[in-house]
């Protein structure tokens, strides 16, 4: 291999200080880090198909680990029939729309949708209409405006497969009213797809009464896995098509590929099932945090994006005075990423100055003022050069 | 949620012995196991979304860690243009035969193609056409029956999509001829996707000097990584079609979702690199431990199935005698699992008799010496209960 002229021993000494060194704001990991207990199950399994020591065929009836039991434990905790396992919101969501959907067809979507939930309908070969958000500032989904986009598209007679709202969604943290639209859907006759990426394992969620049909779930995101792990979590009606099996491998589900999360990340969002379960009870404390957060920070120039007060963890600022002090520092708008690290503080995106993202969730309230009190010292000190 | 009575505390304690306490003889396992510092790597990343510190939008071109260089590397190890993460081989063929291939298309493949071939084509709406291995006892595929296979479907109009070849099946571990069925497809004028899950990171593969357009490849079953990862490798000129991305967001590729295997999985298989990249060069002695086992075991009346010799270290063995014995013994099928057990042996399915497959891949001379003599134990008390 020598003659390839590969340096091999980088990859031998991956490290990563994040987490263990910083108190990491950045909202698409608070909600994934892993508690010790789930630490110990993948030292357990790390290696590679390490869940399928007993298998009779296919990974959701795996007995041992408890897999087939989690599946229907966790489906109870949804408030949903039948769950299975991916490799995280963007393949549930995939797999949603290639089984409901005929190619063409058209999802209607929220305008503060996740990338995903477009680059997912494009490979399904589906076509998308947008309900636009309110703008600047809240960016608001009216549930409304849902039944006249769909009215619409029947006007035109243009197919519709499915009905898609991001019910957190990761731009501004709005919480949007997913039970409205569960019911127009319902009203018009479609199946609606709750992306869940931001809600399910960080605040209660139940899928019926918010009249979803199917939840695309994040292990990885906000139930303390590792990544890449998901689920997708549905309603029985929709077995026979989601949960379809292969015609020359009957026991084989189409859409799952046979199995899908096959390893240590199914077995991580399994250990951390108990964490997740009691810190969701814990959502009104985690939103106190947040509106702490935003008072504090309010108070020195900065501006809350989105619907106020804040309803969950992710937050979104406008910081002109962040950007005003770029203009002045020699470090540009790196100050404020350095500034921050060297107390000890990450997850803010490097250099950026304009628009910052950050969430305190999970953290103690020790830490949140902690983190409160240094961002203020920060743009204090910035005011004085 | 006590309400919803749950049992989380099952959850919180999944212990796994295999492997730490057995010689695992399972094949799809054996390969897997990962070195000490892709342990060390995954206690680094195991939190959820750990890769994407410093991610400037696409998983393949995230530099810390390094993984746009790893993929760089891997490529030219793996003698291919281009490399991207993904979560496992099954997913690999499934993005290919979805690029590549139109609705309805057919796909030639061999009668020792994994289930997941299958799956996979179905879930992309594409027919397929099998090409018969040779059948009992050598089970063995003629590259030379490709063509024909190919020339009755053009013959009848029907339009072929890609030609397909497990290199190393998962029945009898057997070594098919990727070299010759690639020039078929060349000449015929088809893409040709080899599936290496069983070979790549065992045994030395060049992507090119096989012919191969596209590489699928298991990161869990055969590079030493956590489940679920893999990769998938292709030539230049099929970039375009099979890395496409999104009309609505140009930076993301459309058939990784985005971004694929995004966590621990991924930097297991990168600090993996070094390990497996050393141990290919070993192949040579690993088809030696393999035969040895074969000589040794054929003596007491197991009879290898598949090509003779062994040329890969999957084995399939008939063991009438292990049938004979179950009949006497008054724990019935289960004695040759029990047995083995007590010896410190695992891997091999519980209560089959009449067949078994088992690999040594990995283990020492000591180790082989080890299970071959306990297995020759274990016969002989069988036979004379």
């Known amino acids: 291999m020598d003659e390839l002229n590969i340096n091999f021993d980088k990859y031998k000494n991956i490290r990563r200080t994040m987490g263990r060194e910083l108190i990491d704001l950045n909202p698409i990991q608070r909600g994934g880090e892993l508690p010790v207990e789930s630490k110990k199950a993948i030292y357990e399994y790390w290696d590679g198909y390490s869940v399928c020591d007993y298998c009779g065929g296919r990974l959701d009836k795996v007995e041992t680990p408890p897999i087939c039991e989690y599946l229907h434990d966790v489906s109870k905790f949804l408030g949903m029939d039948f769950t299975r396992p991916t490799h995280g919101a963007r393949e549930s969501k995939f797999i949603v729309m290639h089984s409901v959907c005929n190619e063409g067809d058209f999802v209607v979507l929220d305008g ?28 608001r989904v009216n549930p409304e405006k849902y039944a006249e986009v769909i009215d619409n598209l029947e006007d035109k007679n243009k197919p519709i497969g499915l009905i898609l709202l991001t019910h957190v969604d990761g731009n501004y943290g709005n919480l949007a009213d997913a039970e409205k639209v569960g019911k127009i859907a319902k009203q018009k006759g479609y199946p ?155 997850g803010i995106k490097r250099g950026t100055t304009k628009e910052i993202k950050m969430s305190v969730y999970g953290l103690s309230w020790e830490q949140v003022r902690y983190v409160v009190d240094n961002i203020k010292e920060i743009v204090e000190q910035g005011n004085n050069i």
């Open 112 to 139: 503060n949708a996740h990338y995903t939930s477009f680059v997912a309908l494009e490979r399904a070969k589906l076509n998308s209409e947008i309900v636009e958000h309110d703008g600047y500032p809240t960016f």
């Open 192 to 346: 609606f797809l709750l992306n869940c990426a931001y809600s399910v394992g960080r605040l209660p969620v139940n899928g019926k009464k918010l009249n979803a049909d199917f939840l695309a779930i994040s292990g990885h995101k906000s139930m303390a896995s590792a990544s890449p792990c998901g689920l997708v979590s549905i309603k029985g009606e929709y077995a026979d098509k989601v949960f379809r099996t292969s015609k020359t491998h009957p026991v084989k589900e189409i859409e799952m590929l046979g199995c899908t999360s096959r390893g240590a990340p199914l077995i991580s969002l399994m250990a951390s099932f108990s964490h997740v379960a009691e810190r969701v009870k814990n959502w009104d404390n985690e939103v106190k945090k947040t509106r702490f957060v935003v008072d504090e920070l309010e108070k020195i120039g900065f501006n809350q994006l989105g619907i106020k007060p804040k309803q969950h963890d992710l937050i979104k600022f406008e910081t002109p005075i962040l950007d005003e002090i770029a203009q002045k520092d020699k470090r540009r708008g790196y100050f404020f990423y350095e500034e921050l690290k060297k107390r000890g503080i990450g």
